[in-house]
């Protein structure tokens, strides 16, 4: 069963620039998470989608991000413009909905290191 | 406010035994998480505790007590390849994890 892929991998750009973000999860798994970590803080819950709809997105900094999952598969993530405090790793991970089971463990991707210079 | 506090870093010895805290404040509870996080890598799933008590899992086992909103992972018979950074992560009310900053486990020879 292949994992969570997050691409890229890498990305450095300039402030102001637009980036964009690509998840995909486990094939099958409706539940899709966002996340970000700054250097040296804690993992943060960006949001959380159900197949294609937004279920929480709380944890969304700005409305310089915006995330979509057009028909319920991979999404992405575009922050524009990039700010300096955008840095950071960004997570995604997918969990597989079991009857009313919300506890699923979340199986995570490397990770997409945002660098903005 | 929702908090997660964990020891920033612990040091322990190849064959040893090791126990990395973990305290809690979050707006309701449905569980605590444990992943590991190699350098560079995604953090993979080791451990779910819902209910008070020890859950076993080979070498490593996780506690939960939720009346002192606290847990703990044990890891046995330590190996090198255990360096990692453990994180602790609690699911709240709205079934949002709420994660500490990780716990870097050096492990010597």
């Known amino acids: 069963e292949a994992g969570v892929t997050q691409f890229p991998s890498h990305s450095v750009i300039e402030k102001g620039q637009t980036v964009t973000l690509r998840c995909d999860p486990i094939s099958g798994h409706d539940n899709l998470y966002w996340y970000r970590r700054v250097m040296g803080k804690e993992i943060k819950f960006l949001l959380h989608?159900?197949?294609?709809?937004?279920?929480?997105e709380s944890g969304m900094p700005n409305n310089r991000f915006l995330a979509e999952r057009t028909g319920g598969t991979y999404s992405t993530l575009k922050v524009q413009p990039a700010e300096l405090e955008d840095s950071g790793v960004y997570f995604c991970?997918?969990?597989?909905?079991?009857?009313?089971?919300?506890?699923?463990?979340?199986?995570f991707g490397d990770g997409t290191r945002l660098s903005i210079l | 406010g929702q908090n997660i506090d964990q020891p920033t870093e612990m040091t322990a010895t190849e064959g040893a035994i090791v126990q990395i805290n973990c305290t809690y404040q979050t707006s309701g509870f449905n569980g605590l998480f444990w992943y590991q996080q190699h350098a560079g890598e995604a953090p993979t799933f080791l451990s779910y505790n819902v209910l008070d008590g020890l859950e076993e899992k080979g070498r490593f086992s996780s506690f939960l007590s939720r009346s002192k909103g606290y847990s703990y992972l044990l890891l046995k018979e330590l190996q090198m390849k255990d360096s990692a950074s453990y994180l602790c992560a609690a699911l709240d009310s709205n079934y949002q994890l709420i994660w500490g900053a990780g716990t870097k486990l050096i492990i010597k020879p």
């Open positions: 989608f159900v197949k294609e709809s937004k279920q929480d």
């Open positions: 991970a997918s969990s597989q909905v079991c009857g009313p089971e919300p506890n699923q463990p979340q199986h």
